[in-house]
C-alpha cells in the first residue's frame, strides 16, 4: 500500500506541474508513470466514455501518458443566453486520473461528454485493456502482450503487433497486423458494422471460425474447410405462446497449417479478410 501511495502522489505532482506548464493553451496533461517491478511488464488499462486512445511501445521502462481535450466549437444539447460581445474560454480540463499498483496503471478521465485523446508510450513488452465508447478510435503500434481493446463507436487498428488480441469494434472496422503469435492462445476479431482485416505470420496454426451474415470471407492462407454438415438447432417455445423455429448456423470452420488454437472471426455487415503477412 505505501507503494501505490508514494506512486499516487507522484502523479498528483506531475499533474500539477502539468497544469501549469500549459496553461490554457494546448489543454494537454503530461504524466510519467513508474511501475512498481519495471523488472516485470505491466498492464495498463483505459477507459473512455469519449474519445481516442493511441498506444506505441517503445524501449523504456515507464508508462508515459499525454491527455488532451478536445476543443468543440458548439456544446452539444446545450442552450446558449445571448453571448453577444463576449469572448469564448476554451474549457481544456482533461480531469485525467492515473493510478498505478502492483505494475498496473489505470487511466480514466472525467469528461463525460466531451472528448479527451489519450497517448500512450508503454514499454514494449505490456498487457493492454482498452476501451472506449464515442467519438475516437483505437491504434496501438509495437506493442508485445496480451491486448484487448473494445470500441463501441470508432474502429480499432493494431500495427505490429505481437502476443495474443482480442479485438471488438460494434460500429467501426477491425485492422490487425501480428508480427508473431503466442503459441496455444485463442483469439477474437469481432464487429456488427465493419470489416475483420487481420494479418498473420505465414507459419500460424490456428481452427478459423468465421461468420459473417452480409459479407464475404476471404485468405490467401489453404483453409482447409471442416466437411462436417452444421447441425440444425430446434427451438420449440409454442408451450409458452411463441413459435417452433428451426436455426442454421452461418459459421463456417475450417484449419489453417493442420490447425491449433481457436481464432474466431465475426461480423454481421461486413467482410472478413484474414491474410499471410509479408515475412
Given amino acids: ?21 500549459f496553461p490554457q ?3 494537454t496533461d503530461h504524466v510519467t508513470v513508474p511501475l512498481s517491478d ?5 498492464t495498463v488499462k483505459v477507459n473512455l466514455l469519449a474519445g481516442s486512445i493511441t498506444v506505441k511501445g517503445y524501449a523504456g521502462k515507464e ?8 476543443q468543440e466549437e458548439e456544446s452539444h444539447g446545450h442552450r446558449r443566453a445571448d453571448t453577444s460581445g463576449m469572448k469564448r474560454i476554451p474549457n481544456t480540463s482533461t480531469g485525467l486520473t492515473v493510478e498505478e499498483e502492483g505494475n498496473e496503471v489505470s487511466i480514466s478521465t472525467g469528461s463525460l461528454n ?3 485523446d489519450i497517448s500512450l508510450q508503454v514499454p514494449a513488452r505490456s498487457t493492454l485493456r482498452l476501451k472506449t465508447i464515442n467519438d475516437g478510435d483505437i491504434r496501438v503500434e509495437q506493442v508485445q502482450g496480451e491486448i484487448e481493446v473494445n470500441d463501441i463507436n470508432g474502429a480499432v487498428t493494431l500495427t505490429q503487433v505481437s502476443g495474443s488480441v482480442v479485438a471488438h469494434a460494434l460500429n467501426g472496422n477491425v485492422k490487425v497486423s501480428m508480427v508473431s503469435i503466442e503459441p496455444n492462445k485463442p483469439m477474437s476479431f469481432s464487429s456488427l458494422n465493419g470489416d475483420i482485416d487481420v494479418s498473420f505470420p505465414p507459419d500460424l496454426k490456428a481452427n478459423a471460425s468465421m461468420k459473417t451474415d ?15 454438415a452444421v447441425q440444425p438447432v430446434a427451438e420449440d417455445a409454442r408451450g409458452k405462446g411463441g413459435k417452433f423455429r428451426i436455426k442454421i448456423d452461418k459459421t463456417t470452420k475450417g484449419t489453417i ?15 472478413i479478410y484474414i491474410r499471410k503477412s509479408a515475412k
Fill in 1 to 21: 500500500m505505501k507503494t501505490f501511495l508514494q506512486h499516487k502522489l507522484t502523479i498528483a505532482v506531475w499533474l500539477g506541474l502539468a497544469a501549469t506548464a
Fill in 38 to 42: 519495471p523488472s516485470r511488464p505491466g
Fill in 257 to 271: 497449417n493442420g490447425g491449433g488454437p481457436e481464432f474466431q472471426f465475426k461480423t454481421f455487415n461486413g467482410n
Fill in 214 to 228: 452480409n459479407g464475404e470471407i476471404f485468405s490467401d492462407f489453404d483453409i482447409k474447410i471442416e466437411a462436417t
Fill in 25 to 27: 493553451v494546448t489543454g
Fill in 114 to 116: 466531451r472528448p479527451v
Fill in 63 to 70: 508508462i508515459i501518458v499525454d491527455a488532451k481535450a478536445r
